[in-house]
C-alpha cells in the first residue's frame, strides 16, 4: 500500500504540474458542450409551420413534444447530449492513462521500479488510480459548466444521486483506465499508443447512445452499442439526472461491475507478467 501510494501521487504531482494541460483539460469540455452541444437544437428544427390553423397549433406541438420525449427522454436535447458527455469525457481522460507508463520506460524510470522491492500492480494500480480521479475532477468542472449552459436536471436530484453519479463514472473510468493501460504495457513507442487510442475513441463514441438514442440505430450497431461500456453508463447517468430516480438499471450497473472487474483482474495478473522481463 505504500508503494501504491506513493506511486499513485507521483503520478498526480506530475498531472497537477503541467498547468497548461490542466487548463486544455477543462477548456475542451466547454467548446463540446457550448459549440456542439447548443448548435445541435433538435427541438427547433421540428417547428410548426406559418401556415397551419391556430386551432391545430397546440395538438402539432403536443405531439412534436412527445417524439421528442419518446425518443431522447427529455425535450431539451442538449441535457441529453450533455449527459452523455459526461462519459464520453471519462473516455477521452483515460485513452492517456497509459502513456506515463510508455514515457517512463523510454526515460528508463520504469526499470528502477522494476529493481526495487515492490510488487508489479502497484506500477499498474496507481496510474488506473490517479486516473480515475484526474477524471473525476474532470467530470465535476464539466457537470458546472453543463449547468451554467442549462442543462436540465431532474426535480428530485439530490446529494444521493450526485455521489451514484459519482460512483458510476468511476467505474466507467476504472475500467476504461485498466483497458488502455494494459495496452501500454508492451508497447515502446508512443506514436503507437496515440494512434491505438485514436482509433478506438471514436468508435466507441459513436457506437454508444452518448449522442442519438441506440434504438434510433441499425440493428447491427445497436448489438455492437449493446455491448459499449459507454451505453450501460449512460443510460444510468442520465436515469439519475434526467428522470432524478435511484432506481437504478440494475443489468447496466452489473454489466459494469463485471467489466471493471474482469479488466482489473487482467491488468493485475498481466502486469505482473509483462513487467517481469523488460
Known amino acids: 500500500m505504500t508503494a501504491l501510494l506513493a506511486l499513485t501521487m507521483r503520478e498526480l504531482k506530475k498531472w497537477y504540474r503541467r498547468r497548461i494541460a490542466i487548463i486544455f483539460t477543462f477548456i475542451t469540455p466547454l467548446f463540446w458542450l457550448a459549440l456542439f452541444g447548443k448548435s445541435m437544437n433538435l427541438y427547433n428544427l421540428l417547428q410548426i409551420p406559418s401556415n397551419v390553423p391556430p386551432e391545430f397549433i397546440q395538438y402539432i406541438q403536443e405531439a412534436i413534444d412527445q417524439i421528442i420525449i419518446s425518443a431522447f427522454g427529455t425535450k431539451d436535447y442538449f441535457t441529453f447530449l450533455a449527459t452523455g458527455m459526461f462519459s464520453v469525457f471519462i473516455l477521452f481522460s483515460s485513452m492517456f492513462s497509459g502513456m506515463s507508463l510508455i514515457f517512463d520506460r523510454r526515460l528508463g524510470y520504469l526499470s528502477r521500479l522494476l529493481v526495487s522491492p515492490i510488487k508489479r500492480e502497484s506500477i499498474f494500480l496507481s496510474r488506473v488510480i490517479s486516473n480515475i480521479i484526474r477524471s473525476l475532477l474532470q467530470f465535476t468542472a464539466l457537470f458546472l459548466i453543463a449547468l451554467a449552459l442549462g442543462l436540465n436536471i431532474g426535480p428530485q436530484f439530490s446529494i444521493t444521486h450526485l455521489i451514484?453519479?459519482?460512483?458510476?463514472?468511476?467505474?466507467?473510468?476504472?475500467?476504461?483506465?485498466?483497458?488502455?493501460?494494459?495496452?501500454?504495457?508492451?508497447?515502446?513507442?508512443?506514436?503507437t499508443a496515440i494512434a491505438i487510442t485514436n482509433l478506438l475513441n471514436l468508435p466507441l463514441m459513436f457506437a454508444s447512445n452518448s449522442i442519438f438514442p441506440k434504438n434510433q440505430m441499425p440493428d447491427w450497431l445497436q448489438t455492437i452499442a449493446e455491448i459499449n461500456p459507454l451505453t450501460h453508463s449512460n443510460i444510468i447517468v442520465r436515469k439519475l439526472v434526467i428522470g432524478s430516480s435511484l432506481n437504478i438499471p440494475l443489468n447496466s450497473f452489473l454489466y459494469l461491475g463485471i467489466i471493471t472487474i474482469l479488466t482489473t483482474i487482467l491488468g493485475v495478473l498481466l502486469s505482473r507478467k509483462l513487467l517481469q522481463y523488460l
Open 164 to 191: 451514484a453519479l459519482y460512483i458510476t463514472l468511476a467505474l466507467l473510468a476504472l475500467a476504461f483506465s485498466n483497458i488502455f493501460i494494459i495496452l501500454s504495457l508492451k508497447i515502446e513507442e508512443h506514436d
